[in-house]
C-alpha cells in the first residue's frame, strides 16, 4: 500500500496520559500535514512540515502537543498530560511541493480520553 | 483566514435523484478540494479544481472563481454514496475546511 498510512487506529486513554501518533505519508510527498476533527466539525489545521522543518503551527497547538519530523519522512505527533477535550480524530496528509498538488489523507487515529 | 462555507449540513436522498452540494469561500484560493469521509474517518480526495469542472464517473465539480463558489453534483445516486462531502480551499500550502455535508442516499 502505497498511500497514507497512520497509526494506531484507535486510541483510548486515561486522564493525563501520554499518546504518540505515528504517520508515514507517501513516500515522494515531502509535505505533511496534521489536522484534528471533532465531531460534526470539519478538519482544523494543527501543523505542517517541509521535509523535516517545521513550518507552521497552529494556536490549537497547545505547548502539550509536540510534533516532529526528523528524517523528513515519517512523522509522530505527542500529546502530553491528555485532557478529555483531546478526544479527536487525528488525520495526517501529504501531498508535493506546489501550490496546486492535491493531498492525500490517512484513516486518522481517533483518540478517545477517558 | 479563508471562511469556508458548506451547504446544506445535512441532506437525504432517495436513490437515483440529483445531488447537489455547495461550497463558498471568502478569499482568493490556489485550488478548491472536494473530499469524502465514509464513517471510520478516513478521507479520500474526489477532486481538486482550480477552475472550470471536472467529472469523474457520476460526480461532476464545478468552481466559479469570480464568485468564489464551487458545487459537487452526484448523478444517479446510489446508497453506497452517503458519506460526508467536505470542501476545501488551499491558499499555498494552508487547507481550510468546511464542517462538511452528510449525505444519507436511501434505497
Known amino acids: 500500500d502505497t498511500g497514507v498510512s497512520q497509526n494506531p487506529r484507535h486510541k483510548i486513554t486515561k486522564r493525563g496520559q501520554n499518546v504518540t501518533f505515528r504517520c508515514d505519508p507517501i513516500s515522494e510527498h515531502n509535505r505533511l500535514y496534521w489536522y484534528r476533527q471533532t465531531l460534526g466539525q470539519g478538519p482544523e489545521f494543527l501543523t505542517y512540515?517541509?521535509?523535516?522543518?517545521?513550518?507552521?503551527k497552529s494556536r490549537l497547538l497547545s505547548d502539550r502537543f509536540s510534533a516532529e519530523r526528523p528524517k523528513g519522512s515519517f512523522s509522530t505527533l505527542e500529546i502530553q498530560r491528555t485532557e478529555q477535550g483531546d478526544s479527536a480524530m487525528y488525520l495526517c496528509?501529504?501531498?508535493?511541493?506546489?501550490?496546486?498538488?492535491?493531498?492525500?489523507f490517512g484513516q486518522g487515529t481517533r483518540l478517545t480520553v477517558v | 483566514k479563508n471562511e469556508v462555507e458548506q451547504s446544506p449540513q445535512n441532506l437525504t436522498a432517495q436513490e437515483g435523484e440529483f445531488i447537489t452540494i455547495n461550497c463558498s469561500y471568502s478569499?482568493?484560493?490556489?485550488?478548491l478540494h472536494w473530499l469524502q469521509q465514509h464513517p471510520g474517518g478516513g478521507i479520500v480526495s474526489l477532486f481538486m479544481?482550480?477552475?472550470g469542472k471536472k467529472k469523474h464517473g457520476r460526480l461532476i465539480a464545478t468552481i466559479n472563481i469570480q464568485e468564489k463558489h464551487s458545487s459537487l453534483h452526484i448523478t444517479a445516486s446510489h446508497p453506497r454514496d452517503s458519506a460526508v462531502y467536505i470542501c476545501a480551499a488551499s491558499s499555498g500550502y494552508a487547507l481550510n475546511f468546511g464542517k462538511g455535508t452528510s449525505l444519507l442516499v436511501t434505497p
Open positions: 478569499v482568493g484560493i490556489s485550488a
Open positions: 479544481l482550480s477552475s
Open positions: 512540515f517541509q521535509n523535516e522543518a517545521q513550518l507552521e
Open positions: 496528509a501529504s501531498s508535493r511541493t506546489g501550490g496546486r498538488t492535491e493531498a492525500f
